[in-house]
């Protein structure tokens, strides 16, 4: 008995852990070496010292340019895009190591290198590019007039693709293909093929990248959930089935799925894994994105992670203790700035295999209004600012 709660605790703190380091200080997403800024040179930015609501962004003109470190590109950014973790951010309490401030928000550009510190550099003055720039540790960020980025986080356009389609896609994209990737990870998932997913708020950023990804270059029969007016465009997509929300209930309508990729608060958490549901078939997986269990009650914001981290530490001892089957895999999905892995996305969206799905664009100098439009909930695919 003591030895079986020994392998328990130790499985839990295994699984705790795990994701604690993942999702805080693996330094695939954390810039622990952030730009210096430039003493002299200066550039147009949007900034926030405080946290709030979006009327605490400001306009700046005059804000220093970063100074390159060796193996980085200078990028002149053309165009850039909004996502949800930005006003996370900046709208809630975090530790000044994860969230410098004075902070510059953003993590998708694309834009014209004019700058490379080093001589080996697959980059050179002229290249059109992209890049997600890392989420956490750095006053840096997308909605200015240049970023300095690592090269290994930086892909190359196509020559058809606009900058403004190559902004919408690195953090959506990448969040997609790095959780899918999750199905391969045992034999359970050998073969994408045929294989059903369900992917909540299909009309979102990472869904209706999501849907492309799962239907277009795995080959999955995909379900995913929006309002009625949004069915057409992601039948486009490449949905098989679209459950209007507003109407029916998604655990209503599948069954035996073999992933549901969430995107959306803990309540869709607790219809898909509760104790008479049936949406995902045992061997499953569930794929939560991280952030996603926020919800909001009385007008203020309240972190769920405490669920989040029960249901993984959960499912995880299950199936360590009694044998996989016994519960779906539970994974949180944690997104990393990947060069390698744009360089992918951005090559089919060159070859319109896939396509990015913008809702509006908005000037640099209205970033305020395109946050407020972002933060209504109700955009189909992204919000871009054009530089």
Same mark, same amino acid.
């Not at 059109?128 to 986080?153: I, K, T, Y």
């Not at 277009?216 to 089935?241: F, R």
């Not at 608060?265 to 269990?293: C, F, I, M, Q």
């Given at each position: ?9 130790? /499985? ?9 380091? *993942? ?21 147009? /930015? ?5 946290? !709030? ?8 003109? %005059? ?7 060796? &193996? ?17 951010? *900046? ?7 994860? *969230? ?17 510190? !080093? ?11 992209? /890049?997600?720039?890392?989420?956490? &540790? ?11 980025? %690592? =090269? ?51 009309? &979102? ?22 309002? +009625?007016?949004?069915? +057409? ?5 490449? /949905? ?44 499953? $997986? $569930? ?5 996603? %269990?926020?919800?909001?009650?009385? !007008? ?15 499912? !995880? ?8 089957? *016994? ?12 060069? =390698? ?23 640099? +100098? ?22």
């Amino acid at each position: 008995m003591i030895g079986k709660i020994g392998a328990i605790l130790a /499985a839990a703190a295994s699984v705790a852990g795990a994701t604690l380091y *993942r999702s805080l200080v693996q330094q695939a997403y954390y810039d622990s070496h952030p730009s210096l800024a430039h003493p002299e040179l200066t550039m147009s /930015a949007i900034t926030y010292s405080a946290r !709030g609501d979006s009327s605490i962004l400001e306009f700046r003109s %005059d804000h220093p340019r970063p100074v390159l470190r060796d &193996g980085q590109v200078l990028v002149q950014v053309k165009a850039s895009a909004l996502n949800p973790c930005d006003f996370k951010f *900046r709208r809630n309490w975090a530790p000044g190591f994860m *969230r410098p401030l004075p902070k510059i928000p953003g993590e998708d550009v694309a834009g014209i290198v004019v700058e490379v510190k !080093g001589s080996d550099s697959r980059f050179r003055e002229g290249d059109r590019v992209a /890049a997600m720039l890392p989420l956490l &540790g750095s006053r840096w960020g997308a909605a200015a007039e240049f970023v300095a980025v %690592d =090269e290994n986080l930086v892909a190359k356009l196509g020559d058809k693709t606009s900058f403004e389609e190559a902004a919408a896609v690195p953090l959506v994209a990448l969040t997609a293909i790095q959780g899918l990737k999750k199905l391969g990870t045992d034999n359970l998932m050998s073969t994408s093929v045929q294989k059903k997913i369900l992917i909540q708020a299909g009309a &979102g950023g990472v869904g209706s990248f999501a849907i492309q990804y799962a239907k277009k270059v795995l080959g999955m029969s995909v379900a995913t959930t929006a309002s +009625k007016g949004k069915a +057409k465009l992601l039948k486009s997509l490449g /949905a098989d089935i679209v459950i209007d929300y507003h109407s029916e209930r998604f655990e209503d309508v599948v069954e035996d799925y073999d992933a549901a990729l969430d995107t959306m608060s803990w309540s869709y958490e607790g219809r898909t894994l509760g104790k008479h549901s049936h949406v995902l078939r045992p061997n499953g $997986y $569930y794929l939560n994105v991280a952030s996603s %269990d926020w919800s909001f009650e009385g !007008g203020a914001e309240k972190a769920n992670g405490i669920i989040t981290a029960k249901n993984a530490i959960l499912h !995880g001892l299950s199936n360590s203790i009694f044998g996989v089957g *016994r519960l779906p895999h539970y994974h949180v999905i944690t997104v990393e700035p990947d060069g =390698e892995q744009l360089q992918e996305v951005l090559d089919l969206l060159s070859k319109r295999t896939i396509r990015a799905i913008i809702d509006r664009r908005f000037p640099l +100098k209205e970033a305020a209004a395109a946050y407020n439009y972002l933060e209504q909930g109700h955009a189909t695919g992204k919000v871009i600012l054009l530089h």
